[in-house]
Each structure stands twice: as structure tokens, then as C-alpha cells.
């Protein structure tokens, strides 16, 4: 997409380049108009989130008054290239050459098919790729909303799915820049543990829990999503504290994106039911415990506690005095 992106800006250098040649060859400037269309239709193609979406959207006073703005300033941008086109022409005593108006329009117009061949605005916004900030500003509105859009089908996996088939879709669909964005719409969505999704929380917890996603903080906070999924279910947790204890060893700088000590403790002190054996539950508890400590320790707030036998002595010597 990287690729696509630099070869569609590199192709709308021809856009401005034929009315550089229509100037500079002395055609009228009854052009600006011809070319001031095709960049008007460039824009439309290119950029769709400048334009009203919808036939309701177009009846607006808003919304043609945001178009004519664009308009005019493709106009203004029209002239001052011909102008620029027509000054070079006139230092170089060029005059008016014997040239076809149709060339220096078609090569302008040449950039709008080859340039929507590469790029699709609206699917590249759904990967968090954008041709610049002002794109991007555009498309922030609806990212949320985009991304929501996009977890619907990881939503719609049956339980029975196979392990393989569920972690290649989570995997695929998560391979995008607005990770995180599709992320915590994953955990808001999976938010209630009576939900079952037993197989995409499995592969949520194992692909949020990879080293190569949390050593680069390519995902902020993906060890508490991978938490949050997890929580309400004793076999999740169980192999997501394994794979944390590690990251937390590995990887201490990004202990932010980890639970809260707080938080791990609490869950510790209060599991769920759960048919898992007395042991096996209390060697989770502990693990949590453990992890917490870890946290602490990598975030540098790790408190110095006091010794449960205080508080007994100094009432002893209380009584003493």
C-alpha cells in the first residue's frame, strides 16, 4: 500500500503538468476551465471524503458551498500554473506553438485513471493509509466507525471454526495500520463474557500476546486488550499469564501497555466459578500476583510493603507502654 502510495503521488505530477505545457505553448486562457474540470473530477475520484457522500448530503446549502469552495480554489490553482506555464514561455520567447489544445488536456487527464487504478481512498482509509494529513484529518471522524465495520466478520465466525482458520482471519485482519482502532473495537465487542466467541478470543489473546506486536509497541496496549478478552475465562488466562510473563521479562520497557498492577490483583482475589481444579486455580491466582509484581517492577513503582507482622507489634507495644 506504501508502494501505491508513492506511485499515485508521483502520476499526479501530471495533472499539474498540463497547464505548465498549455502556457507555456500560448494557448488561451479559455483552457483554465477545461483544466479546472479535470482536477475538479481528480478530486472526486482521489478524494471522495471532500465531497458529500450522499444525494441527502448534496441538497445542503453546507454542502455546495463546501464544493464551490473547492471549485474555486482548483480554479485559482488552474490559473496560476497557466500563468507560471505562460511566464516561462515568455522568457523564453517560445510564442505560440503549433500544438493540439487535446495533448496537454489528455496528459492532465491521463492522471485520474491511472492514479484510481492504484488507490482506493476509501479502502486504503480502512487501513489507516492516507495521502496526507489532510486525509487523514477527514477520515478521523469515521475511523471508529470504519473499524467497527471491519471486525464484523471475525464477529460472525462460528465457535467450531478451526483454530487455524479463526488466528489466519484475526492475523489478516488486523495486519493494518489502524490495528489498534479494530483492536479495541474487538474488545468492547467482547466485552461481556457471557458472549462466547471462545475461538476468536483464543486467537485474539495468542496474536495480541506475539512478540513481534508488543516489542515494536506496534498495538498501544495490547497486553490489557489481550487481558480484557481474556478475563471471565479461567482457560484463556491460563495461557495468556505464560506468554505475559515472558513479554514482561523480555520486554520491560513496554510494560505500559500491560494491565495495572491494581488491576491484576483484583481479578486475582475474585476468579470466576469454574469446574477447574482447587490447584490449578490457585496456581493462576498466584500467577497474576506474580504478574503484577513483574509490572511494578518494569514500571518503577513497585511499593515497599510493609510486613503483615507490623501492624501486630506496634499494637503490642502500644499495650506495652
Same mark, same amino acid.
Given at each position: 500500500?506504501?508502494?501505491?502510495?508513492?506511485?499515485? +503521488?508521483?502520476?499526479?505530477?501530471?495533472?499539474?503538468?498540463? =497547464?505548465?505545457?498549455?502556457?507555456?505553448?500560448?494557448?488561451?486562457?479559455?483552457?483554465?476551465?477545461?483544466?479546472?474540470?479535470?482536477?475538479?473530477?481528480?478530486?472526486?475520484?482521489?478524494?471522495?471524503?471532500?465531497?458529500?457522500?450522499?444525494?441527502? #448530503?448534496?441538497?445542503?446549502?453546507?454542502?455546495?458551498?463546501?464544493?464551490? &469552495?473547492?471549485?474555486?480554489?482548483?480554479?485559482?490553482?488552474?490559473?496560476?500554473?497557466?500563468?507560471?506555464?505562460?511566464?516561462?514561455?515568455?522568457?523564453?520567447?517560445?510564442?505560440?506553438?503549433?500544438?493540439?489544445?487535446?495533448?496537454?488536456?489528455?496528459?492532465?487527464?491521463?492522471?485520474?485513471?491511472?492514479?484510481?487504478?492504484?488507490?482506493?481512498?476509501?479502502?486504503?482509509?480502512?487501513?489507516?493509509?492516507?495521502?496526507?494529513?489532510?486525509? #487523514?484529518?477527514?477520515?478521523?471522524?469515521?475511523?471508529?466507525?470504519?473499524?467497527?465495520?471491519?471486525?464484523?466478520?471475525?464477529?460472525?465466525?462460528?465457535?467450531?471454526?478451526?483454530?487455524?482458520?479463526?488466528?489466519?482471519?484475526?492475523?489478516?485482519?488486523?495486519?493494518?495500520?489502524?490495528?489498534?482502532?479494530?483492536?479495541?473495537?474487538?474488545?468492547?465487542?467482547?466485552?461481556?463474557?457471557?458472549?462466547?466467541?471462545?475461538?476468536?478470543?483464543?486467537?485474539?489473546?495468542?496474536?495480541?500476546?506475539?512478540?513481534?506486536?508488543?516489542?515494536?509497541?506496534?498495538?498501544?496496549?495490547?497486553?490489557? +486488550?489481550?487481558?480484557?478478552? &481474556?478475563?471471565?475465562?479461567?482457560?484463556?488466562?491460563?495461557?495468556?499469564?505464560?506468554?505475559?510473563?515472558?513479554?514482561?521479562?523480555?520486554? =520491560?520497557?513496554?510494560?505500559?501497555?500491560?494491565?495495572?498492577?491494581?488491576?491484576?490483583?483484583?481479578?486475582? #482475589?475474585?476468579?470466576?466459578?469454574?469446574?477447574?481444579?482447587?490447584?490449578?486455580?490457585?496456581?493462576?491466582?498466584?500467577?497474576?500476583?506474580?504478574?503484577?509484581?513483574?509490572?511494578?517492577?518494569?514500571?518503577?513503582?513497585?511499593?515497599?510493603?510493609?510486613? =503483615?507482622?507490623?501492624?501486630?507489634?506496634? +499494637?503490642?507495644?502500644?499495650?506495652?507502654?
Amino acid at each position: 500500500m506504501l508502494t501505491r502510495m508513492r506511485l499515485v +503521488k508521483g502520476i499526479a505530477a501530471l495533472l499539474y503538468v498540463g =497547464p505548465l505545457i498549455a502556457g507555456l505553448c500560448g494557448f488561451g486562457w479559455s483552457m483554465v476551465f477545461s483544466f479546472t474540470a479535470i482536477f475538479v473530477v481528480w478530486l472526486m475520484v482521489l478524494r471522495p471524503e471532500q465531497w458529500p457522500a450522499t444525494p441527502v #448530503e448534496w441538497l445542503s446549502a453546507q454542502a455546495w458551498l463546501a464544493a464551490l &469552495a473547492q471549485v474555486l480554489s482548483q480554479l485559482l490553482l488552474v490559473g496560476v500554473l497557466f500563468g507560471i506555464g505562460r511566464g516561462l514561455g515568455g522568457l523564453a520567447d517560445i510564442g505560440t506553438v503549433d500544438l493540439d489544445p487535446l495533448l496537454p488536456l489528455s496528459v492532465s487527464f491521463l492522471a485520474i485513471p491511472l492514479c484510481r487504478m492504484l488507490w482506493d481512498a476509501r479502502e486504503a482509509a480502512s487501513q489507516g493509509y492516507f495521502l496526507d494529513d489532510e486525509a #487523514e484529518a477527514a477520515h478521523s471522524d469515521n475511523a471508529a466507525g470504519v473499524a467497527a465495520t471491519a471486525i464484523i466478520p471475525l464477529l460472525n465466525l462460528p465457535d467450531t471454526a478451526p483454530d487455524a482458520t479463526v488466528a489466519a482471519a484475526v492475523a489478516d485482519a488486523l495486519d493494518v495500520p489502524a490495528a489498534d482502532l479494530r483492536l479495541n473495537a474487538l474488545t468492547a465487542a467482547l466485552a461481556n463474557p457471557s458472549r462466547s466467541h471462545e475461538a476468536l478470543r483464543r486467537a485474539l489473546v495468542f496474536w495480541a500476546t506475539e512478540p513481534e506486536i508488543v516489542a515494536p509497541g506496534q498495538v498501544s496496549e495490547s497486553m490489557a +486488550k489481550a487481558f480484557d478478552i &481474556a478475563n471471565g475465562n479461567l482457560d484463556l488466562l491460563r495461557l495468556y499469564l505464560p506468554r505475559a510473563m515472558a513479554l514482561i521479562s523480555a520486554f =520491560p520497557t513496554r510494560a505500559t501497555d500491560f494491565p495495572q498492577p491494581q488491576r491484576l490483583r483484583e481479578v486475582a #482475589e475474585n476468579l470466576p466459578e469454574s469446574d477447574l481444579p482447587a490447584h490449578l486455580q490457585a496456581d493462576l491466582g498466584d500467577g497474576l500476583r506474580a504478574l503484577a509484581r513483574s509490572v511494578e517492577a518494569a514500571l518503577g513503582t513497585q511499593a515497599v510493603s510493609t510486613p =503483615p507482622e507490623a501492624p501486630l507489634r506496634a +499494637k503490642a507495644a502500644a499495650r506495652t507502654a
